[in-house]
Structures are given as C-alpha cells and as structure tokens.
C-alpha cells in the first residue's frame, strides 16, 4: 500500500488584548494572551483506572497528579485485573460506563493498566477509542475497517472524527510506569536534537516498511538526523530519538540511549501482546527509555497499513502533536494494534513567551515554510494580510518580535491555510 505525504500546516493563532494589557506585568499580561492549542493537553484527556487493580488505582493518581488532570476527568470503573482479554460482553458494559461519565470535552483516553490489552480481536485501546466492531479486525489476512484519524490535521479527533484515541500506561510494575510518565513530561517542549533509525533488517516479511524510509529521508531529513540502516539492529547509540525496525525480537536494547520523548516499534505479529510470548512485547522498547510504542494483539500479517507509518508518525510529532496524536494518525487501520506509553508528551510543541513587551514563539518545522503575522480589529477576524512575514527552515526556530499595535488582535498563520483565509 502506498501513502502521499501530505503538507500539513496547521495556523498558531494568538490574540493581545489593548490598553489594561499594555501596562500589566508580564507574568500577569501573559494570561491575557491567548495561543492556540497545538496539541492535546490535560483538561482532553480522560484516564481510566480500573478500581479492581491496586496498581491501576496507583498508576492513575500519580499521573493526575503529575500531569494536573482534572478529577471530572479521572473515570473508574471495576473489572476483573490481570488477564490478557476482557471478554467482549464484559468490556461492552465497561465502555457504557465510561462514555456515561465522558466530560464532552475530553478528546482522548489514558488506560492506566498494562492487562487486559485486548478485546478479543480488537486492541483496547481501538475498542475505546472506536468501540468494538468485527470489521476492525482480520479475516484471513485481509484488511480491515480504516480509521478517518489517519494522517488527519484534526487537533480535536473526538469533535472532528468521532474518536477518542487510547493509549495504555504500560510496565510491569507501578515503578516502571512512573518512570515512563515522568520520562514524557521531562520531553515537553524540549525540541530534542536526536537521531531516528530507519531499519531495513534481514528479516524480510518483518521489514516491509522499508520501501517507504528512502522517502522519509528525502522528506524529513533537513529537520531531523535520520540514518537508514541495513542491519538487523544497532548497538550503543546514546541519541535514540525514534527507532522503527522489522524484527521478532529486537537485541541490545540495553545498550541504548533513548531521547525523553522517543518513539519506537518493531514490526511483528504479537508485539502487543504485552505480558509476553514468543515474540517480543512492546513494553520492552518502554523499559528501554522509549516514551511510546506500537504493536499488534491478533495476528495482522505484514500488511503496511496496519503498522505505523514512520513518515506520518514522526511529521505530525515534529508539527507539535502529542505522542498519542502522532502515533494514532501514524496507523490506517489501528483495530488489531495497541498503542502504549505516556499520551501527553509533546517534545515539539510551540511555545510562546512574552517578556518586557517581546514576544517570542519557539516552533519546530518539519520543512521550510512561510509565517505571517496578521492583524484584526476583532478576535474573531477578519485579519488583514501579512503585517509581516517570517521564513521557517527546517528543524527548530526561534521568533522575537513587538507588536506593531497592541489595540489590535494579531495572529500567526501559514499562508493558505483555512484560518489565514478568513
């Protein structure tokens, strides 16, 4: 299956409030000043705990905790802990209760477990994120239903797309996971300098990903170091910032050194049958140092569209989107794959400081682009054509700039885009 990289810029829009905001400190101005979300962040997402599972109940109240979740937003249902399924009929009821108790504005899910890890031929975390359907799933190594998330510009999947995406706060013990959790909010914002490898190993059937990586570094390689590698694995790299290979069992991951904020999968059959088999879990990359992985619970066959897609996965990472956003848009047809680690890290995130009347806007670009800055009478527009505008290159950027007139509304946008057009 071939995929088109598409272009996609998303506008950053800000608004400075007249005259009181003049003359208000800077820490007080700052709260005035408002920038657009360019990913997903705690009040949107809703964790799950299971009541039933010590560990489940410990995982989900340090992560609110660390990551400031609001209580309406912490969902606990009962179930019985510990097994690889939770039978359909069980999970059906489980879900009931949990869409019931869904604030609206919740637009993604944590599961604060590592068992159960699927719903008979779905993952859990597809069978939360689009309810349980047969057609998610294989039948002789066929395709399945695709999801409409896919390699989407949506900022908000659940008001756009009608989907919450999932992901599992996955280790072996509650240590392990807080580890993971306090990984990922060490990466925010970060804009971390390191190195993705591509792997085309000599496991073939495992490897077929590898068509797309010499894409990927034509595309990707000015903002990123990327290192397409014809071996079976690599050996005490210190700057693992993504890690994408074909491989039943991946070695030396112990060797490694893993970026906070890292992605990384091997593609095989089982890798997301968590609690082991006779391949290798998923949660192996996670005790490595990774931040997020990826892998399937039933038998998917090599089928591309069911594995992530390492372009797709790491432009919209690189565009600013959390891990969770990234990695779900990164897979066509996600029924048969779980996705785990910590949903809201987000190395790449814009960030605006004000200080002393300067403004300055931190971003990272997947490519070179054009910024324009845009002026309005009213928050909601119209906005005049470019006050002034801006050269992206590749990789991060750093803006300074006053605003021409602080009675006005401003905006950042990138030429073309729907908001600049309004």
């Known amino acids: 299956m071939k995929y088109r990289i598409r272009s996609v810029f998303l506008p950053i829009l800000f608004a400075v409030f007249a005259a009181a905001f003049q003359v208000a400190k800077a820490e007080e101005s700052i709260d005035r000043l408002l920038f657009s979300r360019r990913s997903l962040g705690p009040a949107e997402l809703a964790v799950i705990v299971n009541e039933a599972d010590p560990s489940s109940v410990a995982i989900g109240n340090y992560y609110q905790k660390r990551r400031g979740i609001p209580e309406e937003n912490m969902i606990r249902v009962s179930f019985p802990p510990g097994t690889d399924n939770l039978p359909r009929a069980q999970f059906e009821s489980v879900k009931q209760a949990v869409d019931s108790r869904t604030p609206p504005g919740v637009q993604a899910y944590a599961l604060a477990w590592m068992a159960p890890f699927r719903v008979d031929c779905m993952s859990i975390t597809s069978a939360f994120a689009l309810g349980f359907d047969q057609a998610y799933c294989s039948s002789k190594c066929g395709e399945t239903k695709p999801s409409g998330y896919f390699h989407s510009a949506s900022r908000a999947p659940y008001t756009d797309h009608g989907i919450r995406p999932a992901m599992m706060l996955a280790g072996r013990t509650v240590r392990d996971v807080r580890k993971l959790i306090d990984r990922g909010i060490a990466s925010d914002r970060t804009y971390p300098a390191g190195t993705g490898y591509l792997l085309n190993t000599s496991d073939k059937h495992r490897s077929v990903r590898a068509v797309t990586f010499d894409k990927t570094v034509d595309m990707l390689g000015a903002a990123i170091r990327l290192h397409r590698v014809e071996a079976d694995f690599i050996s005490g790299k210190q700057d693992v910032l993504f890690y994408f290979t074909g491989l039943a069992k991946v070695p030396d991951l112990d060797t490694l050194g893993f970026v906070p904020g890292a992605m990384a999968d091997h593609l095989t059959s089982f890798g997301g049958r968590l609690t082991e088999n006779a391949q290798m879990s998923s949660v192996r990359w996670l005790e490595a140092g990774a931040t997020a992985s990826y892998g399937t619970v039933t038998e998917p066959c090599n089928i591309l569209s ?10 919209h990472y690189l565009e600013g989107d959390t891990v969770l956003e ?12 779980v996705f785990i680690g910590e949903p809201l890290a987000a190395p790449f995130a814009p960030q605006l400081i004000q200080h002393k009347g300067l403004i300055t806007v931190k971003l990272f670009s997947p490519r070179s682009h054009m910024l324009a800055l845009q002026a ?6 119209p906005y005049r054509s470019a006050v002034k505008t801006y050269v992206l290159i590749p990789g991060y950027n750093e803006l300074s700039f006053q605003l021409p007139d ?15 057009k309004k």
């Open 306 to 315: 069911k594995f992530p897609h390492p372009a797709v996965a790491m432009w």
């Open 326 to 337: 990234a990695y779900w848009k990164s897979v066509a047809r996600p029924g048969e794959g």
């Open 376 to 381: 309005a009478t009213s928050a909601i527009g």
């Open 406 to 420: 602080t009675a006005a509304f401003y905006r950042l946008a990138y030429p073309g885009s729907e908001q600049t």
